[in-house]
């Protein structure tokens, strides 16, 4: 007997395959970062640069879903290292969330950057929509691998003399959002929290209100495919670059010694918003994340649904995650260009 659901993901992803973006115009990416509990938001910026080095993006902004002054910094290092130091920059401002961090105080005292003061850093909301507003339509890809406290701001700002109003700046600049959060488990999946969701529930009034109101395609990157849980992990080929590489420095001060290897949320859901599924994930069904306040969810498959999230392919022993991992170890340890 055939199995539906089998033949409905194989005829999804391969409707949602795409070739990398090498072969066509670079991707417009706004990253938005923790960048201060996890070592794998550093790497995610490793993959990031690489991509963009190689002529598959370009990162026209960059911001910061915490309170950390620090946070920012490490941001900037990380592009300045890869000779992108005039990426504008942005952060949360007033009202966010503040962890403590292994590595972004030690990083923003041994590397050169230039955020020296919280007064001198524009909101990354007013940012966003500044920066969006000079792209062409449905040319940006958004890309969160942290809280959507930004996110949230951006779609609340009002309309004025001199702009529309975030939300339809949103509507009409970005094509999709990357959001990696969620633990999609079962069909249809359905979350208890069980496996975490930091992303999610350290801002959950920004998850509800976001995951509710915004206006283009999601792809959500889950945890059971990349996170904890997943079984793909990177970092120890880190070792082997140089030493002053920054990204390193994060690996190393988060592993407390020589970098180790961790898993790979935050790298996979760069990858995906550049290069798309091509051969290391499928993509569900069309649908849309039943969220309550308590962040937990049911998904409900419908064809008019905006949303879906990334699933493993077929993963006999090991084969694929192992697939993930050579791919995404190629970008991470990639040398910065020139």
Known sequence: MIDLRIVRILWVASVWMVTPASAAAPVNVIFDTDMETDCDDGGAMAILHSLADLGECEIIACGTSVLTLDALATVDVINRYRG?????????????????????????AEFTH?????????????????????????SVVMITVGYLTN???????????????????????????VCMGGNFIGYPPKDDLSLGNVNFCRD????????????????????????????????????????????????????????????????????????GTTDCWDISAPGKLKLERDMKFEWEFTSEGKQRYLLKKDNENGKNDRHVEATLNKLLIQPRAG
Do not use: M
């Not at 230039?114 to 449905?138: G, M, W």
């Not at 997943?230 to 082997?240: A, Y």
């Open 84 to 108: 992108r130091s005039n990426i504008p920059l942005g952060k949360v401002k007033d009202q966010g969330v503040r962890q403590k961090s292994k590595f972004t105080r030690q990083i923003a």
């Open 114 to 138: 230039r955020v020296k003061s919280e007064s001198d850093i524009p909101d990354a909301a007013h940012l966003y929509r500044d920066v969006l507003a000079q792209q062409p339509n449905h």
């Open 151 to 177: 996110l949230r701001n951006l779609i609340a700002l009002p309309a004025s003399d001199q702009h529309a109003s975030g939300l339809d700046v949103v509507r009409a600049k970005v094509s999709k959002y």
């Open 204 to 275: 959950a009034d920004s998850a509800f209100d976001v995951l509710h109101r915004w206006p283009t395609e999601i792809v959500f990157a889950g945890r059971e495919v990349c996170s904890v849980p997943s079984g793909v992990r990177v970092g120890e080929s880190l070792r082997g670059v140089p030493a002053d590489n920054p990204v390193r420095r994060i690996y190393e001060l988060y592993s407390g010694g020589k970098a180790g290897d961790r898993h790979v949320a935050d790298l996979a859901a760069v990858l995906y918003a550049v290069r």
